[in-house]
């Protein structure tokens, strides 16, 4: 892959895209919410009685859902409620005792966790991306931004140095750095610059789906604000698929299409975003939304 | 280099053959044949303690112990050169414990063991190189766990070579790496050729000889097969470029070796001899006789 | 035409003539018999024998006198000819719960069955020298005629005396020891000088690599858990010094045979344990085993082994002395002392690599500083970079 340029991956995207729409699975119905208008293509990422306990209630027991292409599915909950042991299962780092999660990869379900290691990494390097709550963690601290971007890109064979810069200084344009500080070490960067580099480096191989645990946690209100804005832009663009977790039911608001409620290692509520926040049925969010109204 | 079981012994007393006892050759030819098989992936192996020290060369010592026999003939060199006290030591090794003949001319070696060089004369089919390997592991300056590097290897998740490549260029200008240049090895391991000067390298691409490299402290072995592909890691943009002197060797008039630089007064005034001693003193010989 | 120096066959012979030299010495000075280090200096033997990973302290004194006393050169020598050793078959288990106890504390019990015993010891001793023994050969030897004091105490030499774990595990206060102590283990012992160490490794594996580890380099990472990096909260349940029997299982006879005794020094750590993961809560322990008399080894052994055991019981292990790779692949002495040395030998090619390289580099530079045109690769923006922050939170 030597051409790097936004438009030709994008275009490229639209044809998997209309590739995958040709042959789309009967298999699954959806049962636990109502399926929503965008829901015409296929799934993509399907969770069957997800369990993984390291306790009782501690971890998350019997999740089930489907997620669509382009749709942001947002997990919800006060911490230990088991938001990211789930997010550690879904993305195939964290073995579920029961259960089991599929990916359609635009030409076939795949067992998540029974395609074996080196599927899953090239999975993660390509269709897939991470955005880690603290971005030392997505990172690589110690060369400079370009090459942090870059990196999917080398892993999937682009040899071109030319080109894996301009699209990294693309990509720092997306997420609002100025491209001047593509030579600089994230170490230099402040936590807002870090995180959006962070973003840019799971976003430059067109993820079709994408985890984020809390991406904007740990951050000050204002530099939050920014980076939502941002994501849920790029969201659109690009239409991503997303998995994010998250404390905040503003932050699910602004982001999320569809929402999960959990609490002590089950979804106690499941639906759109705007009817769970409007008019919650369980006691739990009811308690949640009251909390979130009074700030 | 046939395998005999009761090797006569050789002036040194109370020690067998080469060193090493059978059964640990044996088990080193085990990992070498293994090596041969899977070009550029490392096997571990039972590596031994050595009567030189670690980091001195006992990988390639071994795997040179492991495949002597009566009738090879073994040239040492150290920084291209068979006088450097490290090659006449592991020389003199070799004499001591194998008493097997040794020479200075490349094509008169069956068996070459090297440290950081590959020599200037083209090898043979037939000929076999052996290189000390100090660290084996192309990756280990970007991953330092061992578990993960394996990972990395065995699923072939190596873009972050090329991210150090990257960070050079960024840096520098140019992939400013010198020495123990990574390579690709048949299109699926990244290897470390060891520390030879990336000058070097494309000796290593389908070579007729088989070359083999021994870790000792690591406990690594790999090797390159006769014609093995063998491509030095590049962007398209940067390509991989050999590096040229501006001027010959001071004693052979040599311009396409490698060249050591000597530092030949208290000015600081510099000269330049092949650190290929054995080619330096063919050409010497040659030019003397035509002149 | 220049010529290049010749002649590193004639250099080395004459370094190793000179050597030869200085350890002799003054000829003035009578020369040492290795009887003499072997029966005189037996902790530096001890040291040799387990770093060297055989025990002979014959050959170990023999290596400490070529050596000139370097201790480390001293554990190649005998690591190096221990290679040429063809091996015949394994021994069974050491049963250290038989041992002939020369010394045996607990910090754990005042007293306990076998009692406390001090043996030999320099602890309790004021770290003064010792003028007297200046006084070569004069100095009064101590009175060989009467047995030596030790045996005359508790128990008499040959009694076995149980283990402080044994009396703990009774109440289920320890976890079990891997193996029981003595009985045969149905599968071989992996053996790490036969097979390389991979990670994670097992205990058998670790355990081999600390018993040949370097003294100094345990100690100071044991020494780091007690600082607190690492903190495992350890007492010295027990350590022991004594003579335990060899028996060797070879293929061609049922039955094991004796082959003679050795001196070993063991020390098991009991450290805090409050439970969890399924497991009640009890003491954890730590092993430290070495050859002859060297508990300082087998405490910093000891430790250690525990704090690599942070994964099994679900702890935070982001300390030194918790890294398994780290501390395995970093314990051993041989490679190491061969690793840092090879930094002398000649790297002129490598050497001449960088500095082509810098000398390039350099060039470019100071063409940079001048006014004209700047080189390719240098970026417009590159440098100005800085001053801008785009962002003034966090």
Same mark, same amino acid.
């Given at each position: 892959m030597s051409a790097l340029s936004c438009d030709t991956l994008l275009e490229s995207r639209a044809r998997r895209r209309a590739d995958a %729409?040709? %042959?789309?699975?009967?298999?699954f119905s959806e049962a636990t919410t109502p399926r929503p208008a965008?829901?015409?293509?296929?799934?993509?990422l399907q969770a069957e009685h997800v369990t993984r306990l390291?306790?009782?209630?501690q971890g998350c027991q019997d999740v089930s859902f489907t997620l669509y292409p382009g749709e942001v599915l947002g997990l919800a909950g006060?911490?230990?409620?088991g938001k990211s042991t789930l997010l550690a299962a879904l993305s195939g780092r964290l073995l579920p005792e029961a259960g089991h999660v599929r990916y359609h990869d635009g030409k076939d379900w795949l067992d998540v966790h029974a395609v074996g290691e080196s599927r899953r990494r090239t999975l993660l390097r390509t269709e897939w991306g991470f955005v880690e709550q603290n971005p030392r963690d997505g990172?690589?601290?110690?060369?400079s931004a370009g090459a942090n971007i870059g990196e999917r890109l080398m892993a999937q064979g682009a040899r071109h140095y030319g080109k894996l810069r301009q699209a990294a200084l693309d990509w720092l344009r997306h997420v609002e750095i100025?491209?001047?500080?593509?030579? %600089?070490?994230?170490?230099?960067?402040s936590g807002g610059m870090r995180q959006r580099l962070q973003i840019a480096r799971n976003l430059v191989s067109f993820p079709r789906l994408v985890f984020m645990d809390?991406?904007?946690?740990?951050? %000050?209100v204002s530099v939050q604000a920014r980076i939502l804005d941002l994501l849920r832009n790029l969201v659109r663009e690009l239409k991503l698929s997303v998995v994010l977790v998250t404390h905040d039911l503003a932050v699910a608001r602004l982001l999320a299409d569809r929402l999960m409620v959990m609490r002590r290692s089950r979804i106690v509520e499941a639906g759109l975003t705007d009817q769970i926040l409007d008019d919650p049925q369980h006691p739990y969010t009811q308690l949640l939304v009251s909390s979130i109204l009074k700030v | 280099m046939t395998l005999q079981h009761e090797l006569p012994s050789t002036g040194?007393?109370?020690?067998?053959f080469a060193y090493l006892d059978e059964t640990t050759k044996r088990a080193i030819r085990r990992g070498l044949l293994k090596a041969v098989a899977i070009p550029g992936f490392q096997v571990p192996f039972g590596g031994r303690e050595m009567?030189?020290?670690?980091?001195?060369g006992t990988g390639g010592i071994q795997a040179t112990a492991s495949i002597l026999g009566l009738d090879d003939v073994l040239k040492v060199i150290d920084q291209g050169a068979d006088d450097t006290t490290n090659a006449v030591s592991i020389r003199n090794f070799f004499k001591q414990v194998a008493g097997v003949a040794s020479a200075t001319r490349t094509t008169e070696a069956t068996i070459i063991q090297t440290r950081h060089r590959i020599p200037e004369t083209p090898l043979q089919n037939g000929q076999i190189l052996v290189f000390q390997v100090p660290?084996?592991?192309?990756l280990r300056f970007i991953e330092p766990s061992e578990s993960e590097t394996a990972a990395m290897h065995a699923l072939g998740d190596y873009g972050v070579m090329h991210v150090k490549l990257y960070e050079d260029i960024v840096r520098?200008?140019?992939?400013?790496?010198?020495?123990a240049y990574p390579v690709e090895v048949n299109g699926r391991y990244v290897m470390d050729?060891?520390?030879?000067?990336?000058?070097?390298?494309?000796?290593?691409?389908?070579?007729p000889a088989l070359l083999l490299f021994g870790a000792g402290r690591e406990k690594r072995l790999y090797a390159l097969p006769p014609y093995t592909r063998v491509v030095s890691l590049d962007f398209e943009d940067h390509p991989f470029e050999i590096p040229r002197w501006e001027s010959a060797c001071a004693?052979?008039?040599?311009?396409e070796s490698y060249l050591d630089e000597l530092i030949v007064d208290d000015q600081g005034t510099r000269r330049y001899v092949c650190s290929d001693t054995d080619w330096c003193e063919t050409r010497a010989a040659v030019g003397e006789k035509t002149t | 035409m220049y010529v290049a120096v010749k002649g590193g066959e004639r250099a080395i012979e004459n370094a190793h003539r000179l050597l030869a030299h200085k350890r002799r010495g003054n000829p003035e000075a009578p020369e040492l018999a290795v009887s003499q280090i072997r029966e005189q200096m037996f902790l530096a033997v001890a040291r040799v024998m387990s770093e060297g990973a055989l025990h002979d302290p014959g050959l170990a004194a023999l290596a400490l006198k070529q050596a000139a006393g370097d201790l480390v050169e001293a554990v190649f020598l005998l690591r190096a000819y221990r290679t040429t050793l063809p091996r015949f078959c394994g021994s069974r288990?050491?049963?250290?719960?038989?041992m002939r106890i020369e010394r045996r504390i607990s910090a754990?019990?005042?007293?306990?069955?076998g009692g406390q015993r001090l043996g030999a010891?320099?602890?309790?001793?004021?770290?003064?020298?010792?003028?007297?023994?200046?006084?070569e050969g004069e100095y009064p030897a101590p009175?060989?005629?009467?047995?030596?004091?030790?045996?005359?105490?508790?128990a008499p030499e040959g009694d076995a005396v149980p283990h402080v774990m044994h009396l703990l595990a009774r109440e289920g206060l320890v976890e079990e020891a891997?193996?029981?102590?003595g009985a045969p283990v149905s599968a071989p012992p992996p053996d790490i000088t036969r097979e390389p160490i991979s990670f994670p490794a097992a205990r058998a594996k670790r355990l081999q690599i600390l018993a040949r580890g370097d003294e100094g380099f345990l100690l100071a990472l044991g020494y780091s858990t007690q600082r607190g990096?690492?903190?495992?909260?350890?007492?010295?349940g027990e350590i022991r010094i004594g003579r335990v029997d060899v028996w060797l299982e070879t293929e061609e006879l049922p039955f094991p045979v004796p082959t003679g005794e050795i001196e070993v020094s063991e020390c098991e750590m009991l450290n805090q344990f409050v439970g969890g993961r399924g497991q009640p809560p009890q003491f954890t322990r730590g092993y430290g085993l070495a050859f002859g008399q060297a508990e300082r080894k087998a405490m910093a052994m000891a430790l250690i082994d525990r704090a690599l055991r942070a994964g099994e019981y679900g702890e935070e292990a982001g300390a030194p002395a918790q890294q398994e790779e780290f501390v395995l692949a970093h314990c051993d002495n041989v490679e190491a002392a061969g690793f840092v040395s090879h930094?002398?030998?000649?790297?002129y090619v490598d050497f001449q690599s960088e500095l082509d390289l810098i000398r390039t580099l350099r060039r470019e530079y100071l063409n940079a500083q001048t006014p004209g045109p700047r080189p390719a690769?240098?970026?417009?923006a590159h440098g100005e970079a800085h001053d801008t922050l785009e962002e003034t939170h966090s």
């Open positions: %729409d040709e %042959d789309s699975p009967e298999n965008w829901a015409a293509e296929s799934p993509l390291f306790g009782p209630e006060e911490s230990g409620s990172l690589r601290m110690s060369v100025e491209p001047a500080r593509i030579d %600089d070490t994230p170490g230099s960067f809390e991406p904007t946690g740990g951050l %000050d | 040194m007393p109370g020690y067998n009567p030189m020290p670690y980091g001195w660290i084996p592991e192309p520098h200008g140019r992939i400013a790496t010198r020495y050729p060891s520390p030879i000067p990336r000058f070097d390298n494309p000796k290593l691409h389908m070579n004693i052979c008039g040599s311009t | 288990p050491l049963d250290t719960g038989e754990s019990y005042k007293d306990l069955p010891t320099f602890d309790y001793t004021h770290r003064l020298l010792d003028f007297a023994l200046l006084a009175r060989m005629d009467a047995p030596p004091p030790a045996a005359s105490a508790s891997g193996s029981p102590n990096y690492g903190r495992n909260h350890p007492f010295a930094l002398k030998l000649p790297h690769h240098a970026d417009a």
